[in-house]
């Protein structure tokens, strides 16, 4: 570029800085009109997208293995869904740094579609919809995203080691227990099976259009573990279960995290959704089954929900992480339990949407946490919301782990003493 083309630019260039800072200033003026955490009434949100496994015995697995068939449950609220367009891609290529492209959209093939209520954990508020599909049997040979760098350490071919996978698992596991011979190498693929099960997964991603204008999608994982799982290190995931949701009311917590275990006898564990066997030591101090919370000044409150071994039993799933040697490069396997997490999303009364302020709606803090803070509503006329909590599982130092999760739905109702609306008038008077 000559000089005198610099000259014509620089001007264009100082516009579109002020435009952009005008723009961002605007935005930072500017109150958003909802919260991802908040369920409007007049657009139809996704709360859950889980995934089973119907070849499985165990249905709770949340990864297909090829020519598997799999239950897809997505669940909504908000607006009320009256159109769903399906679409997948079995070829998601994955980066070096982990980007990725899903290519060869298409239409989703399904066995069966059909709307779902579970009425044991929700209410007509959500809206469920499930569907069958079947994974290609060949999609280990058409997907890009197998790893070279794995398939190295294997010492075989893509194709190879695909071949020796699906040879040993179209045999009958009873007749593999019964060889001797093949039983005394079994010890022996404590590293090769991990390493061959990570390097033989593929991710797959479904698209859905709903109602015509909302678009989005879901990730799950195609592996061979569960064919394998007697082989040393090789684990299958499952969905979580969700057995706890509460609210915990708290006077004067320490700063920091929260945990049930600063709870004393002014504190308050609210136990709203309770599903099997529960250790009363993992709710809090002074547990109630009212769904009623009277909202006090001086008091914190904070969602609470299931740590995966809530009923005393660890209910988390075991996984291998691989990293390398920094000397040797050689592969390092650690086995260890996946984190489970929460997400949550709440829904006031339609009538207190339409009437009230957004700045006096219920607001939460939404880390991932066991114990997230809740901010109660500071209009008297709110009189409760509804929850919706996810609950995920997390495994760092897995490739492409399936992400397996459960949903439930709950209400909370709320009562305000004097002083905590009297406060409430003396922050926002003049």
Known sequence: MDRKSKKQTMPFICAVIVWISWLLLA????????????????????????????????T??????????????????????????????????????????????IALQTIEEYSIQDTTRFTDATQGRAL?????PDIMLTNQSVSRELLELTG?????????????RSVDPATLAADTQFQAIVPLLDKFGPLAMSALTVPVRVFVTLNGNYKTRSDFSVRYNRHFTWVPGVYVN?????????????????????????????????????????????????????????????????????TGFFSGVDMRDTAVRVSFDSTTNEPILETAQEDWRSRW????????????????????????????????????????????MQLFDTFFGERLRPYGSELAETMVYFEYTRQYLEARDDLFSP
């Open 60 to 105: 709770a697995i949340c990864e297909a293995a090829p020519g598997d068939t799999m239950l897809l449950e997505a669940w909504f609220s908000g607006d009320e869904i009256w159109s769903l367009e399906w679409e997948i891609s079995w070829d998601v290529f994955v980066g070096i740094y982990g980007d990725d492209t899903a290519r060869n959209i």
């Open 132 to 136: 069958k599909f079947v994974i290609p």
């Open 345 to 388: 999303f709440i829904q006031h009364p339609e009538i207190t949407i339409d009437t009230g302020y957004y700045e006096d709606f219920a607001k939460l803090n939404n880390t991932g946490n066991f114990y997230d803070q809740l901010f109660p509503p500071l209009d008297g006329n709110i009189t409760g919301m509804r929850i919706w």
């Open 156 to 168: 075989f071919s893509k194709n190879e080691l695909i071949g020796i996978i699906e040879q040993i």
């Open 27 to 58: 935005i930072s003026c500017t109150s958003w009109p909802t919260r991802i955490e908040r369920i409007d009434y007049d657009r139809p949100r996704v709360v859950d997208f889980v995934y089973k496994n119907l070849s499985a015995s165990d």
């Open 238 to 306: 499952r969905n979580p279960e969700v057995h706890f949701i509460g609210i915990c009311k708290v006077k004067n917590p320490p700063p920091g995290d929260f945990r049930v275990g600063d709870m004393d006898e002014n504190d308050t564990t609210f136990c709203l959704y309770l599903r099997g066997a529960a250790d009363p030591a993992r709710m809090g101090s002074n547990i109630t089954f009212r769904d009623t919370i009277l909202i006090d000044k001086g008091y914190s409150y904070f969602m609470a929900c299931d």
